[in-house]
């Protein structure tokens, strides 16, 4: 079988879909999907998203630097898909979904309380890079749902059933494949 050409364009699938909740200066709280996010650094922690300007959220992200990236699940793949399609400027989704807020910790925005982990974030550098602006920002606080610890105090994101996002479809997880370095790791012995 030969292969085929595409043109360039975003084929880096799959992808989370997470929905970012921010409060602009005059008090008013948004939220929308997005999955052009991704880890950026490990240590100083950053993550990146891209928005498009003419997005309600985005000057709200602009003017105050601020935002949470609220993790999605199997439950919550429906508010995913509405906040994705309804934008803030003719809609209250939050009344319309009934999303539940919660203040977050180290940011001055709203959060999902639904959310199984909930990443506060500060704005270091926007890149304006074409149809979308890229936020690099510091991770500032971190918050998990206790439900999806275990009692050696170790957190378990795949209980919360997360989503991903692949070619304009959601999916669950499926089934696990190996854990990180298990294709060096020696078998244990049986005595
Ligand atoms: C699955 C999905 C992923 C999306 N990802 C992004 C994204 O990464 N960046 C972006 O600017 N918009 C993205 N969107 C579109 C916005 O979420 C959408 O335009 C939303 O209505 C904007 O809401 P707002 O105007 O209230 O901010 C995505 C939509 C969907 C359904």
Redesign the pocket.
């Known amino acids: 079988m030969g292969r085929i050409s595409f043109k360039p364009g975003n084929m880096l699938y799959p992808l989370p879909?997470v929905l970012v909740t921010s409060r602009d200066a005059s008090g008013r709280d948004?939220?929308?999907?997005?999955?052009?996010?991704g880890t950026v650094c490990t240590n100083p922690p950053m993550l990146s998203?891209?928005?498009?300007p003419?997005?309600?959220?985005?000057p709200a992200i602009r003017q105050t630097g601020e935002f949470v990236v609220n993790l999605t699940t199997k439950k919550m793949v429906g508010d995913?898909?509405y906040?994705?399609?309804?934008?803030?400027?003719e809609?209250d989704?939050w009344t319309e979904r009934g999303l539940e807020k919660m203040e977050a910790s180290k940011v001055n925005c709203p959060a999902l309380a639904a959310s199984p982990v909930q990443i506060e974030c500060k704005v270091r550098e926007i890149l304006e890079l074409g149809s979308?602006h890229m936020f690099v920002a510091d991770v500032v606080h971190v918050s998990v749902d206790e439900a999806y610890m275990d009692e050696k105090n170790r957190f378990h994101l795949e209980k919360a059933d997360p989503i991903v996002?692949s070619h304009?479809t959601?999916f669950d997880l499926g089934k696990p494949l190996g854990t990180f370095g298990y294709s060096v790791r020696k078998k244990k012995r049986r005595s």
């Open positions: 879909a948004h939220i929308f999907t997005v999955a052009w996010a998203i891209s928005v498009r003419g997005r309600a959220s985005y995913v898909d906040c994705g399609v309804r934008s803030g400027r809609h989704k979308h996002y304009g959601y």
